[in-house]
């Protein structure tokens, strides 16, 4: 037994001998090997357990890695055996003193379970190297073998180069003194984690490994390394590589995408080899992920029903008959009027035009090897080009990859290789971001570029060339097989306004219920023209049967919409109808003196005013309503995981008047609003509730709500864990009249010692105080003792952050402690943090640990 360890406790240690049959080993040969194992616990307490978890740590660590498995297991509600190995040469195992192999090394932990009598259902757990040797295992134990999981691991270079730290470290000038003679690469390892390893912990990896004799173990790991194809492993490693293929067991995949080693490139080729695995990327952490993030609490969850895909009932299709994405181009190859508009430069397509350009271009992008389910992410601006690229992936039943540039390049780049697309289509600014940054998949740049530009940005091809290369065989709509309406249509990004952008996916159906949702709620029909001043109506107006144009604007940055030129685009389509987010509304209202004639009366002609992101200011929609003075205003609540869930216009509005939060009306054809109330400690009961007043996380269901999470399991099973509802992280309440009221998001309710407060009435008091511009209601201090305090911008705006003056501060606490919240400090800022895409939702989490700092004592900065 060794001594105790940071949360481990050493009653799990035991040795055993076990004989080897490794070829590597004289004939009779045995060797003390140490685990950790429950297995005498359980049999004490006389518990049988459900299954073996057999865990394979990799190099340079050992079985402390799994220590959390064993803490979660005592607590859990099924009883299963753990048995975390030290492999031979590493841990407190035997140091055999010979160089033993991947083949070697997958044979000693049959040799191991052998002696230790062990029967299924086992689930392997692998780590690093660990990993394959694992998966080997499973091959050869597959009557025994119920599922698999794996974290940072690789299982074949796939065409990939030795990762950089470890080609320093296998380099024959370093490899000895790295590995073996000194520390230096447990230290480098060890120096991975995110956050710090705390030293007890960092000495306890290190303890099993206090002199050279006993790292040789983890230089000789590092020197089998099997990257090229002569090396002595390599036919071990194909063999477990294309073996793991016929695998048909559950699998899971936990990740952290920050592994400078086993990078995303590794997650996508297993997702090949294993592709029923669930999958969860942790941002943010890396290559000990045991050590960032806690792994232990999925793993049950995730054996508690492997085989369950998702928790989500069936939904209803809302009684809407499926008509593909495409059924109205396809419908009007005859049609020459306009079907998509570009400002600038000045260019439009007839729906006969843009129904062939699809065509072309999707027998383009299948010569290049785009098929059904290849993922292709889009970096180009909205406009024909991007509308065309679309419609041709959906035809070919691709997977559209679309996370804007309003992201930020670091926010942009975490998407794309989350989403791990087989295919790049961008401008040039984007492809020059893709090399400096080796974003995955083979590159296609917009415009064609010239040829030494093209060699240098990896480009393989252009969309000029793909659109002569389809041309060349006259494609049409029957020469393509339709998409299944259930396979994966769309994978788009959320804003990152609560923390990383994750992606969402659609199929084909749901975004057809999407499409149809906008139709039956607003009267959208052929022969409508819209102006798509917000990005995500922008890939609808061709599936509506709309004329569709897109403003001379950065649809990244809403707030570069001019008043004219919504205007220009208006009248560039005769508009009957616009989209637009709050942000872009409210700078169109600051630029409305720079209107002409002609253009106020192209803007007079709109009869329907969408606008979509946020909701509308009551103040703000009666202004747009001058601007457009024949328009129903409507502004619907949605998100991306449900774009349009409610509605209400500005008459809805001024009827349901000031109440706890913003109402945003009732729900949109298809889709039911219901409520999961917050307990005494601010945590929402997981059952749906209909009840008129009581505050709740808001529950949607809908056929246009988002399949799954991508890569997200975790995510995607705590927004499915009401069966039949997404759960949208938003809290609010239904009143008497059904209307739905939005009172914040759950992230940002107050856990108070009088219970929970939810912050948009809060704000929307202060910001009615004289002198109050935007506010904002965070909390300070732990949770479930937290003070209120608001943050605010001031009209005219404050020069420099700090505490409210005196007489604003009593004015903002009197008129909150109205609604019975006590405000514990006033402070102001020039101006509220906004999310990046949609400039209009306050950062409230960057806000309250601004506000934790300033009321700290400490300097007062910006937020």
Not at 294 to 323: K, M, N, V
Not at 554 to 569: E, F, G, M, R, Y
Not at 643 to 671: E, H, M, Y
Not at 808 to 832: D, N, Y
Request: neutral net charge.
């Amino acid at each position: 037994m060794i001594g105790e360890f940071p949360g481990l406790p050493a009653e799990y240690s035991r040795y055993l001998e076990v004989e080897s049959s490794s070829l590597v080993d004289t004939p009779g040969s045995s060797y003390r090997w140490h685990v950790l194992d429950n297995g005498a616990q359980l049999q004490a307490a006389g518990i049988e357990p459900v299954g073996t978890l057999l865990c394979v740590h990799g190099n340079p660590t050992w079985s402390y890695l799994w220590r959390s498995l064993f803490a979660h297991a005592s607590k859990n509600a099924l009883p299963w055996r753990i048995i975390a190995v030290d492999q031979l040469d590493m841990g407190f195992s035997e140091r055999t003193g010979l160089f033993r192999r991947l083949a070697d090394r997958v044979n000693d932990l049959g040799d191991l379970t052998d002696a230790l009598d062990l029967s299924g259902p086992v689930t392997t757990v692998g780590h690093d190297w660990g990993g394959i040797i694992s998966l080997g295992w499973a091959l050869a134990h597959q009557d025994q073998l119920a599922s698999v999981v794996l974290t940072n691991t690789a299982v074949h270079p796939a065409g990939f180069k030795l990762p950089a730290a470890l080609q320093l470290a296998s380099h024959p000038a370093v490899h000895h003194w790295g590995t073996t003679s000194t520390a230096a690469f447990l230290r480098v390892t060890h120096s991975l984690a995110n956050p710090a390893l705390a030293p007890d912990v960092r000495a306890a990896f290190m303890a099993p490994y206090a002199s050279a004799a006993r790292r040789a173990g983890v230089g000789n790991f590092v020197a089998d390394i099997p990257f090229a194809p002569e090396h002595p492993s390599r036919p071990a490693l194909n063999r477990i590589s294309s073996g793991i293929r016929d695998l048909k067991v559950p699998a899971l995949l936990l990740w952290g995408p920050k592994d400078p080693v086993f990078s995303d490139r590794y997650l996508r080729d297993l997702l090949g080899r294993l592709p029923q695995a669930q999958v969860h990327r942790f941002e943010g952490a890396g290559h000990l992920l045991a050590e960032d993030r806690d792994i232990a609490s999925p793993i049950f969850s995730w054996l508690s029903g492997p085989d369950q895909e998702r928790h989500a009932a069936p939904r209803s299709t809302g009684g809407l008959d499926y008509q593909p994405m495409l059924a109205q181009l396809d419908a009007r190859t005859e049609d020459h009027s306009p079907a998509v508009v570009d400002i600038f430069p000045a260019r439009s397509l007839s729906w006969a035009q843009l129904g062939q350009r699809v065509n072309d271009m999707a027998k383009g992008l299948e010569h290049l090897g785009v098929k059904p389910g290849s993922r292709v992410s889009l970096l180009v601006p909205p406009g024909i080009e991007l509308t065309t690229l679309i419609y041709a992936c959906l035809r070919l039943g691709a997977v559209i990859v679309v996370a804007d540039a309003g992201l930020g390049t670091k926010g942009l780049g975490r998407a794309i290789k989350g989403a791990g697309p087989q295919f790049l289509i961008g401008i040039q600014r984007a492809l020059l971001g893709a090399k400096a940054l080796n974003w995955p998949g083979t590159r296609i740049s917009v415009q064609t570029l010239p040829p030494a530009l093209a060699k240098t940005l990896s480009v393989r091809s252009s969309v000029p060339q793909l659109l002569a290369a389809g041309a060349a065989g006259k494609p049409a709509a029957g020469d393509f097989a339709p998409a299944a309406p259930d396979a994966d249509a769309a994978l788009l990004f959320t804003s990152g306004s609560t923390g990383p952008a994750k992606g969402v996916v659609y199929t084909h159906r749901q975004l057809a219920a999407m499409r149809d949702t906008l139709a039956h709620t607003y009267g959208l029909q052929a022969g409508s023209a819209l102006v798509a001043g917000f990005a995500p109506f922008a890939l609808l107006g061709p599936a509506l049967g709309a004329t569709s144009v897109t403003p001379d604007m950065d649809v990244t940055s809403p707030k570069t919409l001019s008043a004219a030129a919504l205007a220009d685009a208006a009248a560039a389509v005769d508009a009957t109808v616009v989209f637009a987010s709050p942000a872009a509304l409210a700078n169109v209202l600051a630029t409305r003196d720079q209107l002409s004639a002609r253009q106020r009366r192209a803007l007079e002609n709109v009869q329907l005013m969408l606008s979509a992101g946020a909701p509308i200011p009551p103040a703000l929609a009666d202004e747009v309503q001058q601007l457009t003075p024949n328009a129903s205003v409507h502004t619907p609540y949605g998100m991306t995981e449900a774009l349009g869930v409610t509605d209400i216009d500005l008459a809805g509005i001024r009827a349901a008047g000031s109440g706890n939060g913003v109402c945003v009306g009732t729900p949109v054809a298809g889709a039911s609003i219901s409520i999961a109330v917050l307990d005494e400690h601010g945590e929402p009961v997981l059952e749906p509730s209909t009840e008129p007043g009581v505050t709740g996380e808001i529950l949607v269901s809908a056929p246009h709500v988002k399949d799954r999470y991508d890569r997200l399991w975790i995510t995607q099973q705590h927004s499915a864990a009401i069966p039949g509802w997404h759960r949208t992280g938003d809290v609010g309440h239904l009143d008497e009249q059904g209307r739905l009221w939005v009172e914040g998001r759950l992230g940002h309710v107050l856990r108070t010692a009088a219970g929970p407060i939810t912050p948009v009435r809060a704000e929307n008091l202060a910001q009615a105080v004289p002198g109050a511009g935007r506010a904002a209601l965070v909390p300070v201090g732990p949770a479930g003792t937290q003070s209120a305090v608001i943050v605010m911008e001031t009209a005219p705006a404050a020069v420099k952050p700090g505490l409210a003056p005196a007489q604003l501060s009593a004015k903002v606490r009197s008129a909150v402690g109205a609604a019975g919240i006590e405000v514990a400090a006033v402070l102001v800022v020039p101006e509220l943090p906004t999310d990046v895409r949609h400039n209009s939702k306050i950062d409230r989490a960057h806000l309250a640990r601004w506000a934790q700092s300033a009321l700290a004592g400490g300097r007062i900065s910006k937020p």
